[in-house]
């Protein structure tokens, strides 16, 4: 089910009003009915997917426990492997195995052997790289002895499955949402308030910025070979703004929709196109996914406690395996790689923790220095999503040969765009400056008077029922 959809406006309000009116007197009947409706809308999708998130959330609950039983660090070893193997086992033939069939038949081909692998027509299950992800932290964090194993089933049940972040995140951790089912919940008309704000601003994000963007990016790339530089040029920067617009809307739609049934969950974007470089911006962008792969890929490997080698080596590794996360091409390996390219300067010469505190704290407006990096870091990450976007190795360096062609001439006719898309994004940006330091764009319950806020709120719900483009699924669902 998507959030932007007819079906997604109906359900909501309906789970709310069992939730809070039916079954707010019993936890336990809460969390079964959150499983429930978390079931029917990830099944809305293909029912037929729902056997695995059931099986995962099975073998990592008993996993867990025997986890907490077993003292014995063999047997601890093997019920790890079990889970660690089999959840990643599931991950890579669903998004991997034509991938890497495909990719060893050509490596063969140019050494002139020819071979015939077997590939199958594979649908990916919709949002399998998060949950998997999340409940391999679990198990991790069991093992590890950082966490105690959930003997409720219907607590750890309900804590996979949990519909606002099932399909699309942020990646949760155990040890910040489990507990939150393990205890009852009232409800708190301030932070259902700030929720309903935060999910507006959400779907102005994806509706009114991501999806205008998305007509002009589709053109654009989809027939790169017969466009202008600057309109190859528009085309990156566009898809720059689709992809935060898109994928920032959703988690503000789910953290918004998790606040309506009085849950936290963790911040995945904080407004990462305002960082003065890459670094910054990778502790602002997809925070979630940053940090799993830092405390478990990066800090066991060593960290950047080890010798420089090893650093950049780790550095490598971890955003390749974030490329790959991304999906089964070369272009999200490529689109990491870079990235580690990026911040090679920055780890070598230790400034990879310069920028920690919000730019142009405590001032309206950016210095110059701040401005050109935040524009040179911009356009570092523009370049990248080049290859992100594009179908394969090929395009990706076709469109980019196609940005050095004669510069500044106009676009194509052809092209079918609204000018109202680079105003969109203008007011994205500007509202997200001015509230740069708080937690989304329509936080404002201290911010001028009431029927200002309430006239902000009105408008932003008009502009995204008058231009909100046609329905269109969220771009992170293919991973």
Known sequence: MLFNSYEFAIFLPLVFI??????????????????????LFYGWWDWRFLFLVLFSSSLDFWVGLRLDAIEDPRWRKVFFSLSYLTNLGFLGFFKYYNFFAESLTASFARLGVH??????YIILPVGISFYTFQ???????????KLSAEKDPVVFFAFVSFFPQLVAGPIERATHLLPQFQHQRHFDSQKARDGLRQMLWGFFKKMVVADNCAKWVGQIFGDYQHQTSSALIAGSILFTFQIYGDFSGYSDIAIGSARLFGFDLIRNFAYPYFSRDIAEFWRRWHISLSNWFRDYVYIPLGGSRVSTYKVLRNTFVIFVLSGLWHGANWTYVAWGFLHAVYLLPLVLMKRNRNNLEIVAAGRTFPSLKELIQMLSTFALVSFALIFFRSKDIHSAFGYIAGMF??????FNRTLDFSLMTPVFIALMLLVEWAQRTKQHGLQMDHFASKP????????VFLIIFVYGAAQQTFIYFQF
Do not use: E, G
């Open 135 to 145: 409940t391999l932290s679990y198990t991790i964090d069991v093992y590890r002895r």
């Open 115 to 120: 071979l015939d692998p077997t590939t199958l």
């Open 405 to 410: 062609k004669t510069p500044f001439l106009p």
């Open 452 to 459: 200002l806020r309430w006239s902000i709120y009105l408008a």
């Open 18 to 39: 069992l939730y809070w009116f039916a079954f707010q007197k019993s936890l336990r009947l809460q969390n079964l009915f959150i499983i429930l409706v978390s079931y």
